[in-house]
């Protein structure tokens, strides 16, 4: 009872990055409150989960294990979420902000009437005081808000559960011990759903494996809406080919149509802490800022002196993309051995 | 067959474009800096809409919006574009509502609404970026959802097709009426204002807009129902005012930051050829790249 949650996303078996990154930061809330890690898997043959995520300081994992149930449709995740949770009356639920963390969570916290907090950057253990009454051990749910502008921290000081999502890579993904183990619990999935949980019927699906990798890459060349248009955006795939690194983009960029969606990088795309970042054309906006500021060295390549990545970069080159990225390709293929 | 289709939008202010100004020396956001705009994925959530009313004549679209009086504007908006009509939910008890409690008042406002078929939303709101209205309406009213559509892309008797577009790939999923959806700004852009809407609507305006500037006034105003926006408060849709606004809402908001970040001290080059080689000589000797 009282234990802190979280709902694991599993794609063809395997559990996804977010859920296991979500894991360890339980592992540390759950320690600092005294309480238990407690997973959720709901999907089908879902045999190797427990290998999976007890690795991560899972105590206890609930198998909910059904042909209907992958691939994830609202529903029925839904309702079984509900009643375990009525059940267990966890004190904070964590999953992914994904598709799937964006769909369901809501749905869940309306079912429960318990606050839910979208997109979370950290998430802290704190006390709270509120009409002279003082609330212990809450979770703060920090997240950017008003297109990243502000940063908010949120509090639900009397519902329960305390649910928050959080993107992925926002948080770091680490093995707490490899022999740790923890019990599994397999629930009859009858007792949870309902005919009609099943009125929506996935007809044809396409799910690839990621293709970029921008998350993991030691070096990421980014471009944004200074490169001027989608031709000259190659420039950034040439400079990342070059260097061996991955391809970015701010959120200007990607509205533009200059890079694809997943690409994106900042609080409503991904976070990345690469050796380096190689920025061009990006004026800076906050929100790009707080994907990348944790890179260990920054190039900044922007026409404007005053931009305000510059603020934030090692190196600050200040000059025309289209001048710049073709002679540091060039410098580079010289010197490199 | 006709189909009775409610789209929720929000006027929002433009995050998109924030500017200097927009902050407060003392950290908070100046909303009277920023452009106040139909939120970007209602719109392609309302060209779904028209396009079903297109495909089936007699459908009706209606909008529903929550908040100040000022939000009439997007109403106008939806009518210009094609849209039938618009109810907007005002009421100072809705102030400070989080997800929850506007989810809880609007569904309150669908109620009264009545019978439907359809409910379209955008994904997200860009001022919070939340994306939970639209699911947590779906659940308050015991309806299915489908979320991230591209596109419907049929309705058959009660049953329809969406293609839902996702992170890393496409669902296509069948459901059956009635449904919420909420769609992605991957959706194709809503259609321009029309030229003759505009003229039959500009003078649409809710009761107080009329009560508070009746110089612009149309001789026809009164006897032209369509003219009529509806404005509704809390009493009107039999909201519990206990579950509305601040008081309605799990969520408190602790503290509010602005964004400062850490500046360093950096190195500034030109784009000359000799500057840019010692840089990537400097980093291929400390084993940054290379």
């Not at chain 2, 908070?28 to 396009?51: G, H, K, M, W, Y």
Request: hydrophobic content about 40%; proline content about 4%; charged content about 25%.
């Amino acid at each position: 009872m009282n234990n802190l949650y979280v709902y694991l996303e599993i794609e063809n078996g395997k559990v996804e990055d977010v859920s296991l990154e979500l894991l360890t930061k339980g592992r540390k809330l759950a320690d600092e409150l005294h309480c238990q890690l407690e997973a959720v898997a709901i999907g089908y043959q879902l045999h190797s989960v427990g290998e999976q995520v007890f690795p991560y300081g899972a105590d206890v994992l609930h198998i909910f294990d059904d042909k209907r149930l992958y691939p994830y449709t609202s529903l029925p995740h839904t309702s079984i979420l509900v009643k375990l949770f009525q059940s267990e009356k966890p004190q904070i639920a964590l999953m992914g902000a994904t598709s799937i963390g964006r769909d369901l969570g809501p749905r869940v916290s309306s079912a429960l009437c318990s606050g839910l907090t979208a997109d979370c950057t950290a998430l802290e253990i704190g006390d709270h005081e509120e009409k002279e009454k003082t609330y212990t051990n809450l979770l703060y749910q920090i997240r950017p808000a008003f297109g990243g502008n502000i940063v908010a921290t949120i509090v639900n000081p009397n519902n329960r559960p305390q649910m928050a999502t959080v993107r992925e890579g926002v948080m770091k993904k680490e093995i707490l011990n490899l022999g740790y183990k923890g019990k599994t619990v397999t629930h009859d999935v009858n007792q949870y759903v309902s005919d009609t949980d099943f009125v929506i019927s996935i007809i044809d699906r396409h799910i690839e494996s990621s293709k970029v990798n921008i998350k993991n890459a030691a070096i990421v060349v980014s471009g944004g809406y200074g490169m001027g248009s989608k031709e000259n955006f190659s420039l950034i795939y040439d400079l990342a080919n070059t260097l061996g690194g991955e391809v970015g983009a701010s959120r200007a960029a990607v509205d533009a149509g200059f890079a694809e969606h997943e690409r994106q990088i900042g609080q409503t795309g991904v976070t990345v802490r690469p050796k380096l970042y190689v920025a061009c054309g990006i004026s800076g906006q906050i929100q790009h800022i707080a994907g990348m500021q944790e890179s260990a060295i920054i190039i900044a390549v922007n026409n404007d002196p005053n931009a305000p990545i510059n603020a934030i970069a090692d190196y600050v080159i200040t000059g025309d993309v289209e001048t710049v990225i073709p002679k540091m390709i060039k410098y580079y293929k010289k010197n490199s051995k | 067959m006709s189909l009775r289709i409610i789209v929720l939008a929000k006027q929002v202010p433009d995050t998109r474009n924030v500017g200097k100004d927009a902050m407060k020396a003392d950290g908070t956001v100046n909303r009277s800096a920023l452009a106040a705009i139909f939120n970007p994925e209602d719109l392609n959530a309302l060209e779904q809409a028209l396009r079903l009313k297109d495909q089936f004549p007699g459908s009706t679209v209606t909008l529903l919006t929550m908040g100040p009086p000022r939000a009439a504007d997007i109403i106008r908006e939806g009518l210009f574009r094609g849209a039938d009509g618009g109810y907007l939910l005002t009421d100072r008890v809705f102030a400070g509502a989080d997800t929850l409690a506007t989810s809880y008042a609007l569904h309150k406002a669908i109620r009264k609404i009545g019978d439907f078929d359809l409910i379209i939303s955008g994904r997200q709101a860009i001022d919070g970026d939340t994306a939970q209205v639209g699911p947590q309406v779906a659940e308050k009213l015991n309806i299915p959802q489908i979320t991230y559509a591209e596109e419907i892309r049929s309705v058959e008797a009660s049953k329809i097709t969406v293609k839902r577009r996702l992170e890393r790939g496409i669902e296509i999923v069948e459901g059956r009426l009635p449904v919420l959806v909420t769609v992605n700004g991957s959706a194709p852009a809503c259609r321009p204002r029309n030229a003759k809407l505009i003229q039959k609507y500009k003078y649409a305006k809710t009761t107080s807009e009329r009560q508070a500037d009746d110089t612009v006034s149309f001789r026809g105003y009164d006897s032209s129902d369509y003219l009529h926006l509806k404005e509704w408060s809390a009493a009107d849709v039999n909201a519990d005012g206990k579950q509305c606004g601040l008081s309605g809402s799990p969520t408190k908001v602790k503290k509010i930051e602005s964004v400062v970040f850490q500046a360093k001290e950096s190195k500034t080059l030109d784009s000359s050829d000799s500057q840019i080689e010692t840089l990537i000589v400097e980093l291929i000797t400390n084993h940054t790249i290379g």
